[in-house]
């Protein structure tokens, strides 16, 4: 195994990639009880289009089809995997996001079994028609659900606006039509092209022994016998910024309107060490501009454009990253006009000082240092930024190197009027 040493954090990562493909993590924690392990698939939704294993056209699947298969894992050929992982003490769960598939448990005890457990449901298909078929009336409720969530609608709305044909614009779990037309044989075709150990990870972090855990993990992989590894072959719909639709809103049973401005990028082709850096400008120049503590979020609040359910976040993963800002407002017009002007004129905004971003600075070096006390934050992480090199333990020294006019010239090239867009969710006429 190769170890890398975060002398400044007292932490330590340990990392091993099998024989089949499979990249290991471990990151013991000494004083912690639990231990909490991820194993996750580089496939999510927007994975609708690909070249399927040994075929040489790309084939376009159902949207909600990744998704669709996390659902269907869980049930193996002796019933559902989570009575397995309780009748051992741990839990599991699973979730399904725009580029990835995770499947995390955490427990206290029995670290080998839980292991096999974990890597032998997700390794181990089993789907037949008849379960398939009643998935779909699960995931049918599921999606209705989130219909009805004016939240939902309007996250969804604004990224229709920024990308009307990139199939991020469908909702993780598909529409209920789409998913109508999922069998047997396409799951195991994106099973067999994704859930290959070269394009999987796995995650531990806790009280564990590094050579111990490894001795377990290759005593389950050893006997397995699996494909060939390919190079997974994607494919994603050309886009420019004239397709960006502008503005749009929709009706729904709230009493208050809710807006958001989103801002479309063009960064995620970074290589690791600079697309970490660049995750962290933008967190920066976002709270200079729309924190708490600048005077922009104190005027909005004065007058009454904004509440507590103002936010604005950076999302950055492959193939699309966008800025997205707004909440709850009674003048949705006025609030998304002001977060405009704000973006077009964030040179002149007097919270752009370099008093204010050495206090930014501070912040974010307390929610990292923070986010290092759980495991659960750490383990996510690792995920939400699968680098090779660089990992959330390089976040410190990389916010302590950035410098006031690196984020002022992010600024300029990242607000541009041509990638903005407005979604607008407001009460339905009576």
Not at 199 to 222: H, R, T
Not at 247 to 268: H, M
Request: charged share 25%; hydrophobic share 35%.
């Amino acid at each position: 195994m190769d170890m890398k040493v975060y002398k400044h954090l007292e932490e330590n990562i340990y990392t091993e990639k099998l024989e089949n493909g499979l990249q290991v993590k471990l990151i013991p924690k000494k004083e912690y009880k639990k231990i909490y392990a991820v194993l996750f698939v580089d496939f999510g939704s927007v994975d609708q289009m690909f070249m399927p294993r040994g075929e040489s056209e790309y084939k376009s699947f159902p949207y909600g089809i990744a998704h669709f298969l996390e659902h269907k894992l869980f049930e193996t050929e002796d019933g559902d995997v989570s009575n397995i992982f309780s009748s051992q003490g741990a839990s599991v769960n699973a979730y399904t996001s725009n580029t990835k598939t995770a499947y995390m448990c955490s427990f206290t005890s029995k670290l080998q079994q839980n292991i096999d457990v974990l890597l032998n449901f997700v390794q181990t298909p089993h789907f037949t028609h008849h379960s398939v078929e009643d998935e779909k009336s699960i995931i049918t409720q599921e999606i209705q659900m989130y219909k009805d969530d004016p939240d939902w609608n309007l996250s969804l709305g604004l990224i229709e606006n920024l990308y009307p044909k990139h199939p991020l614009r469908i909702d993780v779990a598909g529409t209920v039509e789409s998913i109508q037309s999922i069998d047997v044989e396409m799951l195991m075709t994106n099973y067999d092209t994704f859930y290959h150990p070269s394009n999987v990870q796995l995650i531990l972090i806790g009280n564990l022994n590094p050579n111990e855990a490894i001795k377990y993990i290759k005593e389950n992989q050893e006997p397995k016998i699996f494909l060939p590894p390919v190079v997974i072959d994607r494919s994603f719909p050309d886009e420019a910024e004239t397709d960006i639709l502008k503005y749009r809103e929709t009706r729904f049973p709230v009493n208050i309107p809710k807006v958001l401005v989103g801002v479309k990028g063009d960064k995620y082709n970074l290589e690791e060490k600079a697309a970490l850096r660049h995750i962290i400008k933008m967190e920066i120049l976002l709270d200079l501009l729309f924190g708490d503590t600048s005077s922009t979020y104190l005027s909005l609040y004065n007058d009454e454009l904004i509440d507590d359910s103002f936010s604005f976040d950076y999302i950055f993963e492959r193939s699309f990253d966008y800025v997205s800002i707004g909440g709850d407002s009674k003048f949705p017009e006025k609030l998304a006009s002001s977060i405009k002007h704000v973006l077009l004129n964030d040179q002149r905004s007097q919270d752009m000082t370099i008093e204010h971003f050495s206090l930014i600075k501070k912040k974010l070096t307390g929610q990292y240092i923070q986010e290092l006390n759980s495991l659960e934050a750490i383990a996510h992480q690792f995920v939400e930024l699968p680098f090779e090199e660089i990992t959330i333990f390089d976040s410190l020294s990389l916010l302590e190197s950035i410098t006031f006019e690196e984020v002022k010239n992010i600024a300029r090239d990242y607000f541009r009027e041509e990638v903005i867009s407005v979604f607008s969710v407001k009460p339905r006429k009576s």
